[in-house]
T-cell receptor, first 113, second 114 residues
Framework: EAQVTQNPRYLITVTGKKLTVTCSQNMNHEYMSWYRQDPGLGLRQIYYSMNVEVTDKGDVPEGYKVSRKEKRNFPLILESPSPNQTSLYFC????????????FGPGTRLTVT | GQQLNQSPQSMFIQEGEDVSMNCTSSSIFNTWLWYKQDPGEGPVLLIALYKAGELTSNGRLTAQFGITRKDSFLNISASIPSDVGIYFCAGQLLSGGSNYKLTFGKGTLLTVNP
């Protein structure tokens, strides 16, 4: 089944404790992206990657890092999480950078205390 | 960043009614997408529009790409309880440079009363 998977689905952590949220897609998509969803703010892009080893900042990149060493994986790294990063996170992928039909993962709900 | 104004923010309707929602922007978009998000799930693509004036249907859903390229609407006919969810519009700006990303509206929360 073609899908985007994320792990973990739920995470509660404390301020300053480094964490990684994994994202993997099995569709051989070139383009991958991370979003955060907050009440009243909709979906905002954090980082995106047009292909392996090519990443760029989205609208809200502060406090986050990403890497794209393999085509299928695009982990999101929070080196020192803070409470304002409490949010619902979605990974998405599309066939190419100019194929705007993005497919979303199921989401990761992160709480930073 | 660019903003999409999506309205209404929420709707509460009776089963069987038709629904209409729209997105507008001060900027020109070359692609409009409509997504639906069910509770606890990620957004799922409903309809994609690539040409100004394009009218596309997907079952009971119909969406149009505005002639001015600055707006789009989504209609749902004969609503049913499973239509409940948040509907998002998303657009790709018509601009040069490395703007390889979508801009999302803030969503319309639809509630359908059986």
């Amino acid at each position: 089944e073609a899908q985007v998977t994320q792990n973990p689905r739920y995470l509660i952590t404390v301020t300053g404790k480094k964490l990684t949220v994994t994202c993997s897609q099995n569709m051989n998509h070139e383009y991958m992206s991370w979003y955060r969803q907050d009440p009243g703010l909709g979906l905002r892009q954090i980082y995106y990657s047009m292909n392996v080893e090519v990443t760029d900042k989205g609208d809200v990149p502060e406090g986050y890092k990403v890497s794209r060493k393999e085509k299928r994986n695009f982990p999101l790294i929070l080196e020192s999480p803070s409470p304002n990063q409490t949010s619902l996170y979605f990974c998405a992928s599309s066939r190419k950078w100019d194929s705007y039909e993005q497919y979303f993962g199921p989401g990761t709900r992160l709480t930073v205390t | 960043g660019q903003q999409l104004n999506q309205s209404p923010q929420s709707m509460f309707i009776q089963e069987g009614e038709d629904v209409s929602m729209n997105c507008t922007s001060s900027s020109i978009f070359n692609t409009w997408l409509w997504y639906k998000q069910d509770p606890g799930e990620g957004p799922v693509l409903l309809i994609a529009l690539y040409k100004a004036g394009e009218l596309t249907s997907n079952g009971r859903l119909t969406a149009q790409f505005g002639i001015t390229r600055k707006d789009s609407f989504l209609n749902i006919s004969a609503s049913i309880p499973s239509d409940v969810g948040i509907y998002f519009c998303a657009g790709q700006l018509l601009s040069g440079g490395s703007n390889y990303k979508l801009t999302f509206g803030k969503g319309t929360l639809l509630t359908v009363n059986p």
